[in-house]
């Protein structure tokens, strides 16, 4: 099994300005019990208990993020037989764009590139994300990543889908993974039906792949039949190859432990669609070679 979606934090080797708030709501809740260390041996001892043996990490924020990447870079070499890839933070506006991948790319783990256009209504409101879809260079520089065979993740909200689609479709060298299956962040059953009709736009482009990860953020006492309809939307709409899980932890941490995640999707897909979710996909989109 490979967790295509996760967070490692060492608190004294990089700063993590959101995490270390003290007294600030997010998005996803009180961070308290996770302004802590968070380190591979304690994933990894999550994850293996039910069958994990590689994983994807996700940047999360650092103040720097070549230092981050770094940092991953050397928990990847010093755990060779637990395959660790990294998806790193660039500001694709930026004017020093191929420097920073050139930087990035001098790392064997970095297969791809993030940069959040939408986490919630509410932070959108106040961060000002959702600009990057009004900004030319935001194209060019996703271009630019797929034309160095890097990846994109993508996080935003169901109301920014078809706005980001149109854009992403002048880009269709870039492979996309949509984090969190979108945000469905409305849980009401006219909130997923609009989410799932949003969702059309980004799952007719065949660039994209989408992540089962992070759905605990918006609905913090959810039980197995919470994440039917969007793990069942999914895998409609994308198809097994396209799909792959993702434990977001440790925030989801926050509301869930590992195993009951994992069995809880397993229990929603499929088991014919088993072998693609929780392994194929990943291993392809994120070029990981397992052991």
């Known amino acids: 099994m490979i967790d295509a979606h996760h967070h490692l934090w060492d608190l004294s080797a990089v700063h993590y300005p959101w995490l270390m708030a003290r007294g600030v709501e997010r998005f996803f809740g009180d961070p308290t019990p996770i302004q802590r260390n968070y380190l591979i041996e304690e994933f990894r001892d999550e994850a293996a208990a039910v069958g994990g043996s590689a994983s994807v990490h996700v940047q999360v924020g650092a103040e720097n993020s070549l230092a981050e990447a770094r940092w991953v870079q050397s928990i990847a070499g010093a755990n060779p037989d637990w395959p660790l890839k990294q998806v790193v933070f660039v500001d694709a506006t930026a004017d020093d764009l191929d420097f920073q991948l050139n930087a990035f790319q001098a790392l064997p783990s970095v297969v791809g590139v993030r940069q959040i256009v939408g986490r919630a209504p509410g932070e959108d409101a106040?961060?000002?994300t959702n600009t990057l879809l009004d900004n030319p260079a935001f194209v060019a520089g996703l271009q630019n990543a797929g034309q160095r065979g890097l990846s994109f993740d993508l996080q935003?909200?169901?109301?920014?889908?078809?706005?980001?689609?149109?854009?992403?479709?002048r880009a269709p060298d870039t492979a996309v993974a949509l984090c969190h299956a979108g945000s469905p962040h409305d849980r009401s059953n006219d909130g997923l039906a609009r989410?799932?009709?949003e969702l059309c736009a980004l799952s007719d482009l065949p660039q994209v792949r989408?992540?089962?990860?992070?759905?605990?953020?918006?609905e913090h006492d959810w039980v197995s039949e919470s994440f039917?309809?969007?793990?069942?939307?999914?895998?409609?709409?994308f198809g097994s190859n396209r799909v792959m899980f993702g434990s977001n932890f440790p925030v989801d941490k926050l509301y869930s432990n590992y195993?009951?995640?994992?069995?809880?999707?397993r229990d929603l897909i499929p088991r014919e669609m088993?072998?693609?979710?929780?392994?194929?996909?990943?291993?392809?989109?994120?070029?990981?070679s397992q052991i």
């Open 259 to 265: 195993s009951t995640l994992v069995q809880t999707y």
């Open 228 to 237: 039917r309809p969007i793990v069942e939307t999914c895998l409609n709409q």
């Open 126 to 128: 106040v961060t000002g």
């Open 210 to 218: 989408c992540k089962l990860s992070g759905l605990g953020m918006f």
């Open 195 to 197: 989410w799932a009709a």
């Open 274 to 288: 088993h072998q693609a979710v929780f392994n194929d996909t990943a291993a392809d989109f994120y070029s990981i």
């Open 156 to 169: 935003l909200i169901p109301e920014l889908m078809g706005k980001t689609a149109d854009l992403l479709a």
